[in-house]
């Protein structure tokens, strides 16, 4: 019995599918099925704030693509409070710790605020992507009362959501007060203040400005005793409650969230079922990136890689690729995983194309299914010149100041790459390759697994490298190597060319060699055959 492909064939195909028999099942309208995720405005948007807007949207996407229609949220959480000032950020933004961070000015001078600020970096990353989203800001959703009636059933519930709260996390912190942090009228603070009493007729709440520990340091209350309206954006709900009233409010049907708030998404999902009598978003759970010392990447931790780093020396489209390969799992992440992505992503494209065969049909239906979530559905008519990220990034690192596009067009050409001339994309990735070629002193080869005689021939053209030879010499000599090693001369090639290149295949070896220098290939080679 043949398998069967669903959608694409793609994980975003299977979980939209999902969603629609469970919102069939659940006997809500699928008229417009929503997708959503937050945005943090406290610090630099980094890599994995980036893939949970793409991952949100692919699933949007993925619903469309099913016969709906669909749309994704980028809901920024532009209301919460400065906690810590995230490394790399001067000591200045210490006084303004528990302000609502769209309280702060900007650092930089060119945005409203602090906050604006922050958001406006990840929604320049999302339009660079071509990713489409409704931009929604919690403060100007509170202050316009989106959230009203939701605010008004968890605070008349206060009781039963503290006991909630307790049950899930053992945080008893709501069981005595509000779950809803007015932002005081005297000092401009909104960590710093304890709602105790809920005026529902006057839809005011009460509170004392007392103070608060965050992340270990205390936040002094200034002691006003005031009043906030819960109408018109004098506070905020609490994490532990927002999210439910945010699904509910905006009847979010999708939101995938990272290990990290696990406790708080458990929570909000039982306030929707048990406080609005509503069933929450479907979910999908993801884990967080790393950087290559294993250290999550976050805005406080100061390890920040920002989508506008990998924009420097990567395309969108293999940004996009990172973030959709794969959903689960931890992954070690750095600038120099960037050429690898670059030459994947030509590679499913050869997949799609048919230039590339794979004989598994749900494989190849994965794969080029993944290429056109990539390319967001926007593919080319035809398939690219694949120049392989090395190549470039050497002929880069030799090209002539002042004449780098055309120095890199005339060797390209003569390997065979260029035909078309200098296009868009290939103007791009040339961009891509000399700002590499500026920032790093030497190129990342692909690991390549070799066979012990693979490994042999591999030291024996290190040493005949090591003399002097035409480009006819060098090339021979890869013929002769590999036949004394008793290794398949286009096995050996494909090797080399993996090694140097990333790419199975590239210009013939003996010019490659001369351009890009005898001591940088040995040098690779070396590289590759150690352990």
Request: some cysteine; aromatic content about 10%; glycine content about 8%.
């Amino acid at each position: 019995m043949p398998t069967k492909i669903i959608g694409h064939g793609t994980w975003y195909d299977k979980t939209a599918v999902k969603i629609i028999e469970r919102e069939r099942e659940l006997g809500r309208s699928l008229d417009l099925i929503r997708t959503e995720s937050g945005l943090g405005a406290s610090g630099f948007p980094h890599i994995g704030s980036f893939a949970d807007c793409a991952r949100s949207y692919a699933v949007a996407l993925a619903l469309q693509e099913q016969g709906f229609k669909s749309e994704y949220i980028a809901f920024a959480d532009d209301l919460d409070g400065l906690r810590k000032v995230p490394a790399g950020l001067p000591d200045s933004l210490n006084k303004y710790l528990g302000y609502p961070v769209t309280s702060i000015p900007d650092l930089y001078g060119c945005h409203g605020s602090f906050g604006e600020h922050m958001t406006s970096l990840l929604l320049e990353s999302l339009d660079q992507s071509g990713i489409n989203y409704t931009f929604m800001s919690a403060k100007k959703a509170y202050e316009q009362g989106l959230f009203n009636e939701e605010i008004k059933t968890i605070l008349s519930n206060a009781r039963k959501v503290g006991a909630i709260v307790k049950d899930e996390v053992g945080q008893e912190k709501f069981v005595d007060v509000l779950p809803y942090f007015p932002i005081c009228a005297n000092c401009g603070r909104i960590y710093t203040t304890k709602a105790h009493t809920f005026l529902s007729d006057e839809n005011k709440v009460l509170y004392t400005c007392e103070g608060l520990e965050v992340r270990g340091t205390w936040l002094e209350g200034c002691g006003h005793k005031g009043e906030a309206d819960i109408r018109k954006g004098e506070g905020k709900l609490g994490w532990k409650v927002e999210f439910a009233a945010r699904w509910k409010a905006l009847d979010i049907r999708f939101e995938p969230f990272g290990k990290d708030i696990s406790d708080s998404v458990r929570v909000n999902d039982r306030i929707c079922r048990e406080i609005f009598d509503w069933a929450p978003p479907s979910h999908a759970r993801y884990e967080m990136y790393l950087d290559k010392s294993g250290k999550k990447i976050s805005k406080s931790a100061g390890n920040v890689f920002t989508p506008q780093v990998w924009f420097r020396y990567g395309s969108p489209q293999s940004l996009l690729l990172l973030t959709l390969k794969r959903f689960v799992g931890a992954r070690s992440l750095s600038v120099i995983d960037i050429p690898q992505y670059m030459n994947e992503l030509d590679e499913l494209e050869d997949v799609h194309f048919g230039k590339k065969m794979v004989s598994d049909k749900k494989e190849k239906a994965k794969l080029s299914g993944l290429y056109k979530y990539c390319m967001l559905f926007d593919v080319p008519s035809k398939i690219g010149d694949h120049v392989p990220y090395n190549l470039l990034t050497f002929l880069a690192k030799m090209a002539p100041e002042g004449s780098e596009a055309d120095f890199i067009m005339e060797k390209l050409q003569a390997y065979g790459y260029g035909k078309e001339g200098l296009t868009d994309d290939l103007k791009r990735r040339i961009g891509y390759a000399l700002n590499w070629s500026k920032d790093f002193t030497e190129i990342t080869e692909k690991t390549v697994e070799l066979t012990e005689q693979e490994k042999a021939a591999v030291n024996e053209l290190i040493q005949a490298l090591q003399i002097d030879a035409t480009e006819e010499e060098i090339q021979g000599a890869v013929f002769s190597i590999a036949r004394n090693n008793n290794v398949k001369p286009g096995k050996f090639f494909r090797a080399l060319y993996r090694i140097l290149l990333g790419a199975p295949q590239g210009p013939r070896l003996g010019p490659y060699v001369l351009a890009m220098g005898r001591e940088n290939v040995i040098a690779a080679l070396k590289r590759a055959t150690k352990g």
